[in-house]
């Protein structure tokens, strides 16, 4: 990545017509002829920058017969602007968490894998609570080639050997940030913009 998709997302936010569109869906859906009225522009501006948006992942679209209706994607984000931070902050040197919370989490993430996993490495199922879910599942990704593009079926089989349901595993990945998908291929994400489950209370 994964340079080349925060590029993608910042080249996507570098238009102030886009900037203005993404306000309005930050209030709700809404369809190309609304918008189109609302900034002041025609119809085939507003299809044109959605257009760059959605390369950029950051709208929903659904069609209703002839009406294209265009959503906030808010997950992604609110994911590449801390992973442009992340980027640009990583060799920043910081000052070292404490050892009673560095404890706290080695403990709880060791705890996570010993109580979900079998001695063998299965998941024995899938936490319901999101910390412990993703402690789960930046594990299950460790397994995973950093830069190697997955398709769908070699996704399925990877997961399918911790747990059978490996659509749920596969969609909470992508919901969480583990990875991307772009026309049914699957790549890891960087770890910066990976869900942090050390930063839920």
């Known amino acids: 990545m994964q340079l080349d998709k925060i590029l993608t997302y910042h080249k996507a936010m570098s238009d102030a017509t886009r900037i203005r569109m993404l306000i309005l869906l930050a209030d709700g859906e809404s369809n190309g002829q609304t918008l189109a009225e609302k900034l002041s522009v025609t119809p ?3 299809t044109h920058h959605a257009s760059k948006l959605r390369e950029a992942n950051l709208i929903h679209e659904r069609r209703d017969k002839n009406t294209i209706y265009f959503t906030l994607n808010e997950a992604f ?3 590449y602007s801390q992973a442009t931070a992340n980027l640009i902050f990583k060799n920043k040197k910081e000052i070292p968490a404490s050892m009673d919370i ?3 989490h080695s403990n709880l993430q060791k705890s996570v894998l010993r109580n979900f996993f079998t001695l063998d490495g299965k998941l024995k199922h899938i936490p319901a609570q ?3 879910k993703l402690i789960a599942l ?3 990704v460790t397994g995973l080639e950093k830069g190697r593009s997955y ?3 070699e996704l399925n089989l990877y997961l399918k050997n911790y747990h059978p349901d490996f659509a749920t595993l596969r969609r909470e990945l992508i919901m969480h940030q583990f990875m ?3 026309s049914e291929v699957y790549e890891l994400n960087p770890r910066e913009m990976w869900a942090k489950w050390e930063t839920l209370s």
């Open 44 to 46: 085939a501006t507003v």
């Open 77 to 79: 984000i609110h994911s």
């Open 102 to 104: 560095e404890d706290k």
């Open 130 to 132: 999101l910390k412990k």
């Open 138 to 140: 930046e594990h299950l």
């Open 151 to 153: 398709d769908e079926k």
């Open 180 to 182: 991307f998908r772009e």
